[in-house]
């Protein structure tokens, strides 16, 4: 079930206003002016009814501080991730990496770095829950050293703020015992605060098995205008996934995977072609010799990819909704609103009703 909360100035939670994050208005104005050449801009999608599209605000919508922008500068990071959380020192090694990334991602003029699924650790099956004799078993997560997690995470934060760089990190989260962990992505803002997080709501067999609870909800953030949703890994294979972040009006889906498998590679660029926005799809840099971490943009194109040669790097690619790129202008501008109105009920009224050369199927 969608969780929906309506953020308004107004109604807005105390913690938003502490976090320097401003609500974004409950109804998105309905823009219907029309460019020179005449399809709306971008966001002007009315719904059946013709009325305004409300924003549906999941846990909920942050806003960067820096007001309505129509452009922003994506990094998109392949790190080491390591497997086994119980080595402190190869967690503590993540995160240095995961930091020194994001050194560099401010370098080159980013707003938001993306790293991939279990950039702090991707726990693997046979480290956590294998049985005496093998077979799997429930995870005992007591193992976990979960206090080096936390310091890594936090430092991670310290630097996002230090750098003035949004950042979105996966790790494992804890929950309270006897539950198991979410499989997560942290969304840390540019002043350096933890202020969402996105849960993996549909694991695989051995996750739901013995490893992880499932997240509940999408998650929606906004930088500067920009909105981003969030995936992980496997979620790849359920569209259902993709089509609620366009419904939700995302210009950005931030796919993170731990996974070493060209097809999801090519699954994610075509959701860039079915809804016509920005995906970025973060890698760890052990399978980035299969496919490398990049990003598509709308109309399905990679715009950018690291090195595929399985050390940690950075691509770089701008998010920008007045760009001039023909196959982005075409996506933006003509796709997406047309996809809409066509499963809004475009061709209903068209139905030819009663005509018997269109209902008999069994005649030339």
């Known amino acids: 079930m969608l969780l929906a909360l309506f953020v ?21 104005p309905c823009r219907t002016a029309t460019s020179p050449s005449g399809p709306p801009r971008r966001g002007a999608y009315p719904d059946r009814a013709g009325t305004a599209v409300r924003v549906l605000a999941v846990s909920p919508v942050c806003r960067s501080v820096r007001g309505v922008a129509r452009t922003l500068r994506l990094a998109v990071a392949q790190s080491r991730v390591p497997e086994d959380p119980t080595d402190r020192g190869a967690l503590r090694a993540a995160g240095q990496e995961v930091q020194a990334l994001m050194v560099k991602a401010a370098g080159a003029g980013a707003r938001l770095v993306q790293f991939p699924e279990g950039a702090l650790v991707y726990p693997h099956k046979r480290v956590m829950a294998a049985g005496p004799d093998g077979t799997l078993i429930s995870a005992d997560w007591s193992r976990a050293a979960w206090d080096v997690l936390r310091e890594e995470a936090e430092s991670i934060a310290a630097l996002a703020g230090k750098l003035g760089l949004w950042t979105v990190v996966g790790s494992i989260h804890p929950l309270t015992p006897p539950n198991r962990p979410h499989n997560s992505l942290y969304i840390i803002s540019d002043r350096g605060r933890l202020v969402a997080r996105y ?26 205008g920009i909105r981003f949703g969030c995936a992980l890994c496997i979620e790849a294979n359920f569209p ?5 972040y366009e419904r939700l009006d995302v210009d950005c889906v931030l796919l993170s995977v731990m996974v070493d498998d060209a097809p999801r590679a090519r699954v994610a660029q075509a959701y860039g ?25 709308p109309g399905g194109r ?14 770089i690619a701008d998010i920008d909704l007045d760009s001039q790129d023909e196959d982005i202008d075409v996506a933006i501008r003509y796709a997406r609103p047309w996809r809409r109105s066509a499963r809004a009920g475009l061709y209903d009224e068209r139905i030819p009703i009663g005509d018997p050369r269109s209902d008999t199927r069994t005649a030339f």
């Open 8 to 28: 308004t100035p107004a109604t807005a939670p105390r913690w938003l206003s502490q976090a320097g994050i401003r609500a974004r208005p409950a109804i998105r």
């Open 199 to 224: 849960d993996k709501r549909f694991l695989s067999h051995t996750e739901i098995s013995f490893l992880y609870c499932p997240g509940r909800e999408p998650l929606v953030f906004e930088v500067d």
């Open 240 to 244: 259902q996934v993709f089509a609620e």
């Open 273 to 297: 072609t079915l809804y016509s926005y920005w995906l970025g799809y973060s890698v760890p840099a052990q399978f980035s010799a299969t496919t490398p971490a990049g990003i598509v943009g």
């Open 302 to 315: 990679w715009l950018s990819r690291c090195p595929a040669n399985g050390r940690p790097a950075l691509t």
